[in-house]
Nanobody, 121 residues
């Protein structure tokens, strides 16, 4: 069983930046970030394969967000720049037991508790 703990959320003005971190209690493979805004379904934000060689983003964050893994593969980051009010959501870290990049939420086995990101206009 792997436990995931996110941190780094908060309140920021539009155009600002935040860096989310996710610490895993054990070895992880493919990982990803999801978000859920009030009244909306949870959506894929970014994913990274076990090797880090494959990365993908949802179209709305491409060029603004960067996903990266720590050196020991038990830490995941999401650098968020040029934030917009529509980025406001609870952001979740997820880990899979497979090595390849995973985009679907059903492909992940472990989830963090979420961290709130609020972008004011």
């Amino acid at each position: 069983q792997v436990q995931l703990v996110e941190s780094g959320g908060g309140l920021v003005q539009a155009g600002g930046s935040l860096r989310l971190s996710c610490a895993a209690s054990g070895r992880t493979y493919a990982m990803g970030w999801f978000r859920q805004a009030p009244g909306k379904e949870r959506e894929f934000v970014a994913g990274i394969s076990d090797s880090g060689g494959n990365i993908d983003y949802t179209d709305s964050v491409k060029g603004r967000f960067t996903i990266a893994r720590g050196n020991f593969k038990n830490t995941l980051y999401l650098q968020m720049n040029s934030l917009k009010p529509e980025d406001t959501a609870v952001y979740y870290c997820a880990a899979a037991t497979t090595r390849g990049l995973v985009r679907a939420s059903r492909g992940y086995n472990y989830w963090g508790q979420g961290t709130q990101v609020t972008v004011s206009s």
